[in-house]
């Protein structure tokens, strides 16, 4: 299985400010037809997950351009270019390259 | 508006069976894959089942192996998890969400998420 490893596991960051997030995964997630299958996902407190970006850097609909992914192979990156105290929750990062579809630990981004 | 909502759980007894219901309304449901997947008590996220458009290909996680089953209810628009043989570890919220479709991508990520499920197992 792939494992995926997603650093830091947690960021303060004061609004307004950028944060990144890692992601690397064991094994590469490019896809013969080009594709990074690399999906980032945002939990925030007590709702589901809402997608934020897949294939790597393509921006979900309603995803404010805020959100970028980018990345391929075996490291990506998730980057807010300044944060709001609506950012706040878990990030995930997915592969859906293969199954067993594999989520990164999380990344909890709290606000300062 | 196009969304999923999961039904079903409850407080169930170890070696028990549930039947979580994923219903989707605003969309077909059987024109998407639809994943399961599982949030232990403070924990992230696991997936655990997948089927395809159609109901005709299923895979499991292999933690949940020969004791799940997805499957599909083309008349209540809904995606079935059965689970068996339950175990404490099985103690969860369970999502569903949906593979979204278009015409520019090989593949669109799950873009819409139920509420979820919660599936707690105790004696």
């Known amino acids: 299985d792939i494992v995926m490893t997603q650093s830091p596991l947690s960021l303060s960051v004061t609004p307004g400010e950028p944060a990144s997030i890692s992601c690397r995964s064991s094994?590469?997630?490019?896809?013969?037809?080009?594709?990074?299958?690399l999906d980032w996902y945002l939990q925030k407190p007590g709702q589901s997950p809402q997608l934020l970006i897949f294939l790597a850097s393509n921006r979900a609909s309603g995803v404010p351009d805020r959100f970028s992914g980018s990345g391929s192979g075996t490291d990506f990156t998730l980057k807010i270019s300044r944060v709001e105290a609506d950012d706040v929750g878990v990030y995930y990062c997915?592969?859906?390259?293969?199954?067993?579809?594999?989520f990164g630990g999380g990344t909890r981004v709290e606000i300062k | 508006e196009e969304q999923l909502v999961e039904s079903g759980g409850g407080l169930l007894q170890p070696g028990g069976s549930v039947r979580l219901s994923c219903t989707a309304s605003g969309f077909t449901s059987n024109n998407h894959f639809i994943h399961w997947v599982r949030q232990a008590p403070g924990k992230g996220l696991e997936w655990v089942a997948r089927i395809n458009p159609g109901g005709t290909h299923t895979v499991y996680a292999d933690s949940v192996k020969g004791r799940i089953t997805i499957s599909r209810d083309g008349a209540k628009n809904a995606v079935i998890l059965q689970i068996n043989s339950l175990r404490a570890d099985d103690t969860a919220m369970y999502f569903c969400?949906?593979?979204?479709?278009?015409?520019?991508?090989?593949?669109?990520?799950?873009?819409?998420w139920g509420r979820g499920t919660t599936v707690t197992v105790s004696s």
């Open positions: 997915m592969q859906g390259l293969q199954t067993p579809l594999i």
């Open positions: 969400a949906r593979v979204g479709t278009g015409t520019q991508h090989f593949y669109y990520g799950m873009d819409v």
């Open positions: 094994q590469s997630l490019l896809h013969g037809n080009g594709n990074n299958y």
